[in-house]
């Protein structure tokens, strides 16, 4: 199995160096500045308390401030549009410009449905329900106000002499966004965290909601938990190298200055949406919705940065983990699954592909899916052979096992029998599992298919002659009907001998069933490959079926089985 991984990279790679030498690459893709390290923002609010070291808590001098009315502030640069509302020094709504959601319409990362119930993004959260209602519903002092074109800086205040707050956001040319909290009550610090608790935008479906992880990376490693592992208001202690809610293609990310005062507190909640997306005012169902806050530090400021965007590889690695620029980048948000030596090389051979040569995915995963099959060709290739084999030597086998059959399983004799079935298998050189192993090769490859191209953002809206979005499935389920179709065709293609006949049409009839329902609700993109893979595999099968000796054996040899009665 190591050897037909090696092949196939070796394989992958030749084909590489070969386009790129043949093929002249177009322009080379604009690729994002790293975050420039912005002056520290300054905290009026906290200077405004006056200096205390008694233990006793103590009434804030600080004047009230607050706005008389509710208005916005917008931000943006070339990537986003993010309105703010002084209400609560929140976001209401957040545009990435070069994302479009299934409307055509820019996407909206503020998940409109869930955001009234349960929190809009960068809203506070405290262990206090009271005091968080508070803090979301008090109308807070801008400045600036309007518009502002990043780089550029705002900040919220609000005071009303017993509660002081301050909130300030930092905006550079990048998807990265400096924060700085701090909350104080009755003289005392309090723990408020800046939040994403509401999911996203582009979730309308369970199965979108259910992709929704809290993701964090402490360390080298990274824990990913699943709604089914998460309860509400629980607090992981850090140190973080980086902490947030993570979906299919988008992500909100929190980075903290200081990785050892951090913590992270999970959120889950749950909401009514509708069953079917295009009947809003359908049946509903109950769907799990997950939300992080993340913050701590020093003198119980917040001081972190805050990623909001695309799970874009290029862009994932301009961010770095640490505010110096060290630390490594957040790659690591991108989950490739268990089969992640395979998976990331394959979705790094995409996008080369994609860029440097067919400029479209869906012909990308076609010209991956040959050299595969190529590089698995020897072994195909063996496992035939094989096959054809122990189709020659069944009808002996047969013949020992019809002879030993009066003796139960228990009985001594019964080792023997298996003794002369090793016997033909070695004297013929039948290798009993050799049929098995393309079968097992090819899955790693399927399942690493699998978890790249559900996370793979490129995808997204990727076209491919019928099919609008190569991430969701076919649209007119043309592709899992061919993977129905191919595999009864290798299937009666592929010898399979020692099968009882009503085992073997059941098998033939099922298997291929249980595929296409799994495949019509998958990824148009993985059902492609999966086709793709059975086509070729049946033309191997019915070449070596017709190109070679027929597979049938010779009468001397059942005579020969039989004589041995």
Sequence with gaps: MLLAFALTFLAIYVSQQIMSRYFKPPQPVRVLAPISANAPVSNPAASSVPANNSTEPQVSLVPVKQASVEGDTVVENDMYRITFTNRGAQVK????????????????????????????????????????KRLSESLFVAEPQGNIHAPGTVAFDYSSGDLVV???????????????????????????FPSWPSGFGDQHTMASYAASKV??????DIQRLAAKKISGGSTVAGPF???????????????????????LVTLHSQLQIPKDPKKPDGENTKISLLGVAVG????????????????????????K?????????????????????????????????????VHNWGWSIAILTLIINLALWPLRMSSIKSSQKMQKVQPQ???IKEKYKKYKLTDPRQAEKNQ??????????VNPVGGCLPMLIQFPFLIAFYAMLGNAIELRHAHWLWIKDLSSPDPYRILPILIVVSMIAMQRLTPQPGIDPAQQKMMTLMMPAMMGYFSWFMAAGVSLYWVLGNILGSAQQLWMNYGSRSSNPPAEIVVKGKKKR
């Design 397 to 399: 086998i047969n013949a």
């Design 215 to 220: 993701d964090w990376m402490q360390g080298q």
């Design 166 to 192: 301050h909130k300030s956001f930092g905006f550079d040319e990048s998807y990265v966004v400096k924060v700085e909290t701090s909350v104080t009550q009755k003289g005392v610090v309090v723990a408020a």
């Design 296 to 319: 701590g530090g020093a003198g119980g400021t917040t001081r972190e940065r805050l990623f909001v965007g695309p799970k874009n590889f290029d862009v994932l690695e301009q961010v």
């Design 321 to 357: 983990a640490s505010p110096q620029g060290g630390g490594g980048d957040i790659t690591g948000i991108v989950d490739f699954g268990m089969f992640k030596l395979i998976a990331k090389p394959l979705f790094l051979w995409l996008n080369w592909t994609e860029e440097h040569w």
């Design 420 to 429: 002369e079935i090793q016997e033909i298998m070695k004297r013929e050189g």
């Design 93 to 132: 709504s957040w545009i990435l410009k070069k994302y479009d959601d299934d409307n055509g319409k820019p996407l909206e990362l503020v998940n409109q449905t869930a955001a009234p119930a349960n929190g809009y993004p960068l809203s506070l959260w405290t262990y206090d329900e009271q005091l968080r």
């Design 241 to 263: 190298a980086w902490a947030g809610i993570v979906g299919s293609y988008f992500a909100a990310v929190f980075l903290p200055d200081d990785p050892n005062g951090s913590a």
